[in-house]
Nanobody, 121 residues
Framework: QVRLVESGGGLVQAGGSLRLSCAAS????????MGWYRQAPGKQRELVATIASGGSTNYADSVEGRFTISRDNAKNTVYLQMNSLQPEDTAVYYCYVRGRTSPLVAIYDYWGQGTQVTVSS
């Protein structure tokens, strides 16, 4: 089993910054993609950013230039540095991992429990 534990969420004023962390633990063979999704009240869950094992990144247009995703492969951890936060960024942020627990099994998607980010005006 792979467990994903997010941390770093909280309440911040508009223009402020937060850094989210997500640590993967358990049986891990590879973590091909790590990233973050978010879901605001009344909205669909949406992609925020992803980073592949080789370091390539992908960002939603709404966050590009403000958010930076990174990963520490030695620690099986992905980070999301969020700057210039706006009220529209308020959501539950979910860690996402695409990987496998063994070379003998298929690649699966894994999700964290979510961490709340609230941005006040």
């Amino acid at each position: 089993q792979v467990r994903l534990v997010e941390s770093g969420g909280g309440l911040v004023q508009a223009g402020g910054s937060l850094r989210l962390s997500c640590a993967a633990s358990g049986s891990i063979f590879s973590l091909n993609v790590m990233g973050w999704y978010r879901q605001a009240p009344g909205k669909q869950r949406e992609l925020v950013a992803t980073i592949a094992s080789g370091g390539s990144t992908n960002y939603a247009d709404s966050v590009e230039g403000r958010f930076t995703i990174s990963r520490d492969n030695a620690k099986n951890t992905v980070y999301l540095q969020m700057n210039s936060l706006q009220p529209e960024d308020t959501a539950v942020y979910y860690c996402y991992v695409r990987g496998r627990t063994s070379p003998l099994v298929a690649i699966y998607d894994y999700w964290g429990q979510g961490t709340q980010v609230t941005v006040s005006s």
